[in-house]
């Protein structure tokens, strides 16, 4: 099976760094996505990591480890507008398709000023 | 473009009522899915298409069905509402570029159902 396991809280103050850490399990790993979903909205996305290393979109960046299963958002300069939800998601292996795309149970950040 | 559109934005059934969730986009999109999002349990997979006459089953698929007659459509159908499937039911669509493939995944703007 998938599964994929994140904090479900994390607080920081604006202007400061924060890390979202995941970790997952999941055969035939095509890669970590990441999206962000405001209260009452719904998830858009943010990034994405294929490969080991890490992917950078102006305040927000990304990275992967496929060896050790992990990901993490690390998102800089933090605005109170980035109080959200953040989650992490795989897409698990269907022979014959493009399989299923799992989601973690989400991370709730809150910025404080 | 509307992107992913659905109907209704909230609903209240009764205990053992039908009714369906209406999914549509207009990107094209081969692939598309239904999550429900209950507080604490993320996104939870209930069905997925990757095109039309195609569909298979996710994390949650009991008391869900679906079919997929059109790329456009997708509708969810609850054929005997419980209180346990109150949530917010999201549909998304993605193009598919195949197996190991990326595909953004864009969100209609969820209905929020209640069942008594």
């Known amino acids: 099976g998938q599964s994929l396991e994140q904090p479900s809280e994390v607080t920081a103050v604006e202007g400061a760094i924060v890390q979202i850490n995941c970790t997952y399990q999941?055969?035939?790993?095509?890669?970590l996505s990441w999206y962000q979903q405001h209260d009452g909205g719904a998830p858009t996305f943010l990034s994405y990591?294929?490969?080991?290393g890490l992917e950078e979109t102006g305040r927000f960046s990304s990275f992967l480890s496929r060896s050790d299963s992990y990901g993490y958002l690390l998102l800089q300069e933090l605005q109170m507008k980035d109080s959200a939800s953040y989650f992490c998601a795989v897409r698990a292996y269907r022979s014959g398709n493009t399989g299923k795309l799992i989601f973690g149970q989400g991370t709730t950040l809150q910025v404080k000023p | 473009n509307a992107g992913v559109t659905q109907t209704p934005k909230f609903q209240v059934l009764k205990t053992g009522q039908s009714m369906t969730l209406q999914c549509a986009q207009d990107m094209n999109h081969e692939y598309m899915s239904w999550y429900r999002q209950d507080p604490g349990m993320g996104l939870r997979l209930i069905h997925y298409s990757v095109g039309a006459g195609i569909t298979d089953q996710g994390e949650v698929p009991n008391g869900y069905n679906v079919s997929r007659s059109t790329t456009e459509d997708f509708p969810l159908r609850l054929l005997s509402a419980a209180p346990s499937q109150t949530s917010v039911y999201f549909c998304a669509s993605s193009y598919d570029g195949g197996p190991g493939t990326f595909n953004e995944q864009f969100f209609g703007p969820g209905t929020r159902l209640t069942v008594l």
């Open positions: 999941t055969s035939g790993f095509y890669g």
């Open positions: 990591n294929a490969l080991d």
